[in-house]
């Protein structure tokens, strides 16, 4: 079965500094990976996705993610952290042994940025 | 273009009582999701529509939910006899439906449910 996990639940940083949200999975076959972003009382937006190619996919509002295979990671990236960066992201996995349509999500990291 | 729209956005009951939510995805994607998610957890995925093919319902959590999708396009998530650990936040979310395992899935901004 496919799953995803977050290891922290909250990662605290300065702003103007470079952050890392970490996200590790268990698939079996071709990962397809995804991060969204929730801010406070609204949904989830999507930031990026890695289907193939590149290890490195650059997504919205300047974060990037780092596929590795070896390490069965995916860890969310930003050189210079905002406050406005401030919020609950979500690291997902597609569930391909339904048919592609199934998301698994992992449980959330809440990043605080702090001024 | 309008994205995903959910109604009500909050919605409070009364332990027992029956409840109906309403998802209208993006017009064109054929592809329907309904998560759920708990205070301090993750989304728990539900039920998802493709098109005319049976939906996928091995997310709900007990008979008391059912869904159903009308003309391909409209969705409403209905709980029966609500109870307290219903008490989320209800998440839908559409997508084009052409690649199921690479599609984006874009969110509506949920509605908010409280079981008294």
């Known amino acids: 079965a496919q799953s995803v996990a977050q290891p922290e639940d909250q990662v605290n940083v300065a702003e103007g500094n470079p952050l890392t949200v970490k996200c590790t999975y268990s698939v079996s076959g071709n990962p397809y990976l995804f991060w969204y972003v929730q801010y406070p009382n609204r949904g989830l937006q999507f930031l990026l996705k890695y289907i193939t190619g590149d290890n490195l996919v650059k997504g919205s509002y300047g974060f990037e993610a780092e596929f590795n295979k070896s390490q069965t990671s995916f860890h969310l990236k930003k050189p210079s952290a905002l406050v406005s960066d401030s919020a609950l992201y979500f690291c997902a996995v597609r569930d391909i042994g339904t048919g592609g349509f199934k998301t698994i999500f992992g449980a959330g990291t809440r990043l605080f940025v702090k001024a | 273009g309008a994205g995903v729209s959910q109604s009500p956005s909050n919605k409070v009951t009364e332990k027992g009582k029956d409840v109906e939510l309403r998802c209208d995805p993006i017009s064109g994607h054929t592809a329907l999701y309904w998560y759920r998610q708990s205070l301090g957890q993750g989304l728990e995925f539900l039920i998802y529509?493709?098109?005319?093919?049976?939906?996928?319902k091995s997310g709900l959590p007990s008979d008391r939910f059912s869904a159903e999708r009308t003309g391909g396009s409209v969705s409403t998530l209905t709980i029966q006899r609500t109870q307290q650990e219903d008490s989320a936040v209800y998440l839908c979310?559409?997508?084009?439906?052409?690649?199921?395992?690479?599609?984006?899935?874009?969110f509506g901004p949920g509605t908010r449910l409280t079981v008294l």
């Open positions: 529509f493709q098109g005319n093919s049976a939906p996928d």
């Open positions: 979310a559409s997508s084009w439906g052409t690649r199921a395992s690479t599609d984006t899935q874009y």
